[in-house]
Each structure stands twice: as C-alpha cells, then as structure tokens.
T-cell receptor, first 114, second 113 residues
Framework: SQTIHQWPATLVQPVGSPLSLECTVE??????LYWYRQAAGRGLQLLFY??????ISSEVPQNLSASRPQDRQFILSSKKLLLSDSGFYLC?????????????FGPGTRLTVL | GNSVTQMEGPVTLSEEAFLTINCTYT??????LFWYVQYPGEGLQLLLK?????DKGSNKGFEATYRKETTSFHLEKGSVQVSDSAVYFC????????????FGKGTMLLVSP
C-alpha cells in the first residue's frame, strides 16, 4: 500500500533560522507529490506540488521553497523562518493506481516558530 | 475555479445520534469527490470517495452520495461513536493527471458519551 513518511514530527525553531522538512513515499512509482499547510483552526492550503523530479509548481508565493531531488522524495525548505510560517505541514502523494486523483497523506510535521 | 463549501462546526452530538455534514461544490467538468478525516494531531485519511454522479461512497458506517443536480456530497452516519470525533474535510479533484485537490475548510465533529 502507499505510504508517506514525514519527519520530524514536531519542530520548534527561532525566527530567522532555516528549515528543511523531508517527505518520502513508498508503494507507488512516479507519484505526484504535494505540500500543504494547515494553520490552527483553518483548512488546508496547497503550497507546492510536483509531477516529477525537479518539477515544482508553487501555488502561493511565500517564504518557502520546495525541491524534488528523487522520484520519491519531496523537501520543503526555508532560508529564514517567519512567525507566520508556524503551522501543521502535510505531505501528500497520488499515484497512477488511482489515476492521480486520490491523495494519501503523511502524519504531518507541527512547526512552531518562536 | 473549483471550490468546496462545508457547514461550519463544531458539530456536537451525543453517542448514537444521526450525523449529517453538508458539502456543496462548484467545479467545471466532472470532478471526483472525497471525504477525508483528520484525528487530533494526525494527518488526513481518506474516508470515502465517489467518482461519478449517483455513486455512493461508504466506509466505516459513513456514506455520501454524489449528487450532480444539487452539486452536493453530504456525509452521513446513522449512529456516531465517541471515536468518530475528528475534523472532516470534503474535497474535489478534477479528472487530469495533474489534478490537485480542492478542500473545504473542514468541520469538527465532537461526540459525547
């Protein structure tokens, strides 16, 4: 079955520090991969998605960037965190098994910027 | 563009009560529709889905029917349990290889014993 791994589970970082969140996927090849952010009490905001290695689409201009160095690896980064970057970050994937329509999610990373 | 509207929560019910969470959508073409559930502190899990009009998705006692005429996909359960307490998200996906999901804002369900 398809599985998304994310780490770390929780992270507390000072304002201005860098960020790197990693996501890996198992159980499917050539997946589409997605990064979402969920602010407290709010819905999901799509940040980036990728349909292949090195291919990144940004949905919302912001302080974050994403990279896809390998087919099953998706990384979310920032050079300098802002207070507003705090939130719950979810990685998701979709595969050919479901015609890329159905997404499966990782456990999330809770980021607190102080 | 695509959009999903869900009823605002929280929805507070007693155990064994009937549950309805309303979801309506706006989309071009023929989207697939989904309900995801998020338990506290966890990621989202797919609860059920429907890919064409009049399809009924069902799982764990939950059901939702894809109604194209009313552009709705309401979630129902006949008898809720305390363990059903979670946030429920309605979402839609277009039919393309690059499709992204459009989510509603989520509805929190609280079930008391």
């Amino acid at each position: 079955s398809q599985t998304i791994h994310q780490w770390p589970a929780t992270l507390v970082q000072p304002v201005g520090s860098p960020l790197s969140l990693e996501c890996t996927v198992e159980g499917t090849s050539n997946p589409n991969l997605y990064w979402y952010r969920q602010a407290a009490g709010r819905g999901l905001q799509l940040l980036f998605y990728s349909v292949g290695i090195g291919q990144i689409s940004s949905e919302v201009p912001q302080n974050l960037s994403a990279s896809r160095p390998q087919d099953r690896q998706f990384i979310l980064s920032s050079k300098k965190l802002l207070l507003s970057d705090s939130g719950f970050y979810l990685c998701a994937g979709s595969g050919a098994e479901s015609s890329y329509n159905e997404q499966f999610f990782g456990p999330g990373t809770r980021l607190t910027v102080l | 563009g695509n959009s999903v509207t869900q009823m605002e929560g929280p929805v507070t019910l007693s155990e064994e009560a009937f549950l309805t969470i309303n979801c309506t959508y706006t989309a071009t073409g023929y989207p697939s529709l989904f309900w995801y559930v998020q338990y506290p502190g966890e990621g989202l899990q797919l609860l059920l889905k429907a890919t064409k009009a009049d399809d009924k998705g069902s799982n764990k006692g939950f059901e939702a029917t894809y109604r194209k005429e009313t552009t709705s996909f309401h979630l129902e359960k006949g008898s809720v349990q305390v363990s059903d307490s979670a946030v429920y998200f309605c979402a839609l996906s277009g039919h393309s290889g690059y499709s992204t999901l459009t989510f509603g804002k989520g509805t929190m369900l609280l079930v008391s014993p």
